[in-house]
Nanobody, 124 residues
Framework: QAPLVESGGELVQAGDSLRLSCAAS????????MAWFRQAPGKEREFVAG????????DHADSVKGRFAISRDSAKNTVYLQMNSLKPEDTAVYYC?????????????????WGQGTQVTVSS
């Protein structure tokens, strides 16, 4: 079983909403912290949002604060990214990631497990 499986990406128009899902295997569900990153063509992978499984504490990048919200459903071993008021600059492949340790890190190299990514394209 893949450690993390993302879904929900699609082509939308500016101003629309999308919800991404990340289903975690039992092994990655045992990790402490989950996060969403994104990578646009020609750019580095950047932190979007993170959440602690146990407490639900979250952290969001300034570029998405107030528009995006990360959440988790422990009963379903699933983390979500609700994206509202989407902009063309939000276009990217969105990745789910998991790490041990209860601090939310904004650096991709801190995360041990990764999903395959889901494409989000926002047209103007």
């Amino acid at each position: 079983q893949a450690p993390l499986v993302e879904s929900g990406g699609e082509l939308v128009q500016a101003g629309d909403s999308l919800r991404l899902s990340c289903a975690a295997s039992r092994r990655t569900f045992a990790s402490d912290t989950m996060a969403w990153f994104r990578q646009a063509p020609g750019k580095e992978r950047e932190f979007v949002a993170g959440i602690k499984w146990s407490s639900g504490t979250t952290d969001h990048a300034d570029s998405v604060k107030g528009r995006f919200a990360i959440s988790r459903d422990s009963a379903k071993n699933t983390v979500y990214l609700q994206m509202n008021s989407l902009k063309p600059e939000d276009t990217a492949v969105y990745y789910c990631a998991a790490k041990w340790g209860s601090s939310i890190k904004r650096t991709a190299s801190e995360y041990k497990y990764w999903g395959q990514g889901t494409q989000v394209t926002v047209s103007s």
